[in-house]
C-alpha cells in the first residue's frame, strides 16, 4: 500500500520535472527551434518524416515515393563529447519499370550515423562518424549486401545571424559481394543553406547530391538545384518543423527523375 506522503512527494517531483521542461522549452523561441533543427549534429532528439516525390522515374516516366523516417537520438558521452545517432528508414513506392508490371511497396535499406561531435563547440560545428548500410529492404527494393563507410558534416551557426549553412557528406562501400544486389560504392553530399526570419518562419535549398562509383561513365550522378520554405509550429507545447520544397536535377542517370518534390514534417524534442 502506497503511503499518502510518499505518494505526494512523488507526484510534487514529477509534476516540477514536468514544470522545468516546460519551461525549457518555452524559453526557446519559434526562431531558435528553426536553428536548431537545422543543425545535423544538434543537442535534441527528433523524429523528422521526409517525403520525396520523385517524378519520371524510369522507362515508363512513373512517379517513385520515398518516405523517409529519420529518428535523430544525441548520446552524452562526456560533458564534452556528445554521438548523434542518425537513422534512415526508407518507406518506398516505386513505379512499374517495364509494360505489364506492377507498382511494388516496401522498405528500402537502412542507414545508421553515428557522429561524434563537440558538446560545446568553437567556432564551426562539426560531426564525424561510421555510417552502416543495413539489408532491411523487402520486395527487392534494395541491396541484400551489408555497407560500411564514413560520414562528415560540419556548419556555421550563430546566434544573432540569421545564416544556418554547410554540408554533409557520406560514402558506403559494400562489405560483400555475393548477394542479391552484389557490390556498390555510394556518395552523397547535402550542403545546406537556410535562412531564417523571427517567428520561425525560414527559407531553405538542401538538395541531395548523389553518386554511384559502379555506374557506367554519364550514369553516376545524380545533382539537384532548387529550394523551397520551412516553418515552425506547434501542436500543444511540442515543437514541429515543416518544410516544402522542389528540386529539379540538372544531372541524372538515363532513367532517373527530372523533379523532386519534399515535403517534411519533424517533431522535435528539446533537452
Known sequence: MNHPKKSFTRSAFAAAALLAATASH??????????????????????????????????????QNILNIQPVIPIEVTPEWNIITRTILPVVSQPAMFPGDDRTNGIGDMVVTAFLSPAVPKGLIWGVGPVFQLPTDTNGLGNKNWGLGGSFVVLKLEKGNPWVYGALVNNIWSLTSDKTGGSFNNGLIQPFVNYNFAGGFYLTSAPIITVNW????????????????????????????????????????????????????QLMFPK
Do not use: C
Not at 45 to 56: A, E
Not at 236 to 256: C, E, F, R
Open 26 to 63: 518555452a524559453e526557446m523561441s519559434a526562431e531558435e527551434l528553426a536553428k536548431l533543427a537545422q543543425n545535423p549534429v544538434g543537442n535534441l532528439i527528433s523524429v523528422p518524416f521526409q517525403n520525396n516525390t520523385n517524378l519520371n522515374t524510369g522507362p515508363l516516366k512513373g512517379n
Open 214 to 265: 559502379k555506374a557506367a561513365s554519364g550514369q553516376q550522378w545524380t545533382v539537384p538545384l532548387g529550394g523551397g520554405v520551412g516553418k515552425i509550429f506547434h501542436l500543444g507545447k511540442l515543437p514541429v518543423n515543416t518544410q516544402l520544397s522542389a528540386y529539379y536535377n540538372v544531372v541524372k542517370p538515363d532513367y532517373g527523375p527530372n523533379w523532386q518534390i519534399r515535403a517534411q514534417a
